[in-house]
């Protein structure tokens, strides 16, 4: 079965910093890319941040650009997105989510992920 755990959520003032982890299991690490959406209440799930290491390409959603980095382990099957300088507006639930790599031409859309992984919170207070 394929697992994808999410870890690393929490509640941190704005301006902080926090690291989102995402540990794959039962898929090849080489076909997928690995990522995240984000959903906060009432809003659509949104697009954050993907990676590709077959491809060599990464992705993120204009809101955070320049504030928000992903990195993978292959080692380790995991992707992690350190997120800083974090906004209020960032505040949601984060969903780790494995995209095949031949759909990862660009950020992708909710319908596209093969795999989900249980979401993760995300507090910024004001």
């Known amino acids: 079965d394929v697992q994808l755990q999410a870890s690393g959520g929490g509640l941190v003032q704005a301006g902080g910093s926090l690291r989102l982890s995402c540990a794959a299991s039962?898929?090849?690490?080489?076909?997928?890319?690995l990522g995240w959406f984000r959903q906060a209440p009432g809003k659509k799930r949104e697009g954050v941040s993907f990676i590709s290491n077959s491809f060599g390409v990464e992705y993120y959603a204009d809101s955070v650009k320049g504030r928000f980095t992903i990195s993978s382990d292959n080692a380790k099957n995991t992707v992690y997105l350190q997120m800083n300088s974090l906004k209020p507006e960032d505040t949601a639930v984060y969903y780790c989510a494995a995209v095949p790599n031949g759909l990862l031409y660009r950020l992708p859309s909710e319908s596209e992920p093969d795999y989900w992984g249980q979401g993760t919170q995300v507090t910024v207070s004001s």
């Open positions: 039962g898929l090849t690490f080489d076909d997928y890319g």
